[in-house]
């Protein structure tokens, strides 16, 4: 069950719709996760209210165009899953939202069962429901 964050500049929320169905459809694709299990935060900025910072970090050009992509997920997929995920998301954040794949950032965080407790105060991976 992943939980995803998605900040993306000057986005409104048919932007901020495609980026999340493009980072959807790429989990469900690469690492299996099932297509009911969508739990997205999405925020767009406005660059006066709230705004993103971004360089040219290893030679790579972003713009205004930047999208900040945060994936937390239980550990477990391999370094060829979490490259497949990251190539997809790309190409589909292009397809649906328009955004240049140079312009997608993506990070993992990974924990364990233990760390999701996905309502009623239960660690359902840990305890199964009564």
């Known amino acids: 069950m992943p939980l995803v964050r ?27 996760i099932p297509d009911d299990d969508r739990f997205h935060i999405l925020t767009g900025h406005d660059g006066a209210h709230g705004t993103l910072r971004y360089g040219d970090y290893l030679g790579i050009h972003r713009d205004e165009g930047i999208v900040y992509v945060g994936i937390t997920m239980r550990s477990g997929r391999t370094p060829a899953q979490k490259q497949a995920m990251y190539r997809r998301i ?6 649906y939202a328009g ?7 993506v990070t993992v965080t990974e924990n364990e069962p233990i760390d999701w407790s996905l309502g009623h105060g239960v660690a359902q991976y840990v305890t199964p429901p009564a």
């Open 6 to 32: 998605i900040d993306a500049l000057g986005a409104d929320p048919g932007r901020l719709d495609a980026l999340s169905r493009a980072v959807h459809e790429a989990l469900v694709e690469t690492i299996g």
């Open 90 to 95: 790309a190409e589909l954040a292009h397809a």
């Open 99 to 105: 955004t240049e794949p140079r312009n997608v950032f």
